[in-house]
């Protein structure tokens, strides 16, 4: 069974980067796709950026093209979000989540789809 650690979230001023990341241990994520997804409060959660883990495709969200970006380490089985240029809409809780390969762009889009989660950092970004 995957289970998925993140890390790297804190206070940051409005501008400002962050590099999460998240850590698989109990498997390796060889066939799945990792997402990163963010829930603010009152909010649903919602989808930020993926990555194929099988030659490294990736896809994100219009909000976040061209300020974050989201990267995977073979050797230490771990996934990168790396935010620059944050803004105030950035706060939330950030999640990684692991779910099996599929065709369809738009289910790999939608938490449902997915199947392992991190329990989540917080990211709070003050102007």
């Known amino acids: 069974q995957v289970q998925l650690a993140e890390s790297g979230g804190g206070l940051v001023q409005t501008g400002g980067s962050l590099r999460l990341s998240c850590a698989a241990s109990?498997?390796?994520?060889?066939?799945?796709?990792v997402g990163w997804f963010r829930q603010a409060p009152g909010k649903e959660r919602e989808f930020v950026a993926r990555?194929?883990?099988?030659?490294?495709?990736?896809y994100y969200t219009d909000s976040v093209k061209g300020r974050f970006t989201i990267s995977r380490d073979n050797a230490k089985n771990t996934v990168y979000l790396q935010m620059a240029t944050l803004q105030s809409e950035d706060t939330a809780v950030y999640y990684c989540?692991?779910?099996?390969?599929?065709?369809?762009?738009?289910?790999?889009?939608?938490?449902?789809?997915?199947?392992?989660w991190g329990q989540g950092t917080q990211v709070t970004v003050s102007s």
């Open positions: 989540a692991a779910a099996m390969f599929m065709r369809d762009p738009a289910a790999l889009n939608n938490p449902r789809t997915y199947h392992y």
């Open positions: 109990g498997g390796t994520f060889r066939t799945y796709v």
């Open positions: 990555i194929r883990w099988s030659g490294g495709s990736t």
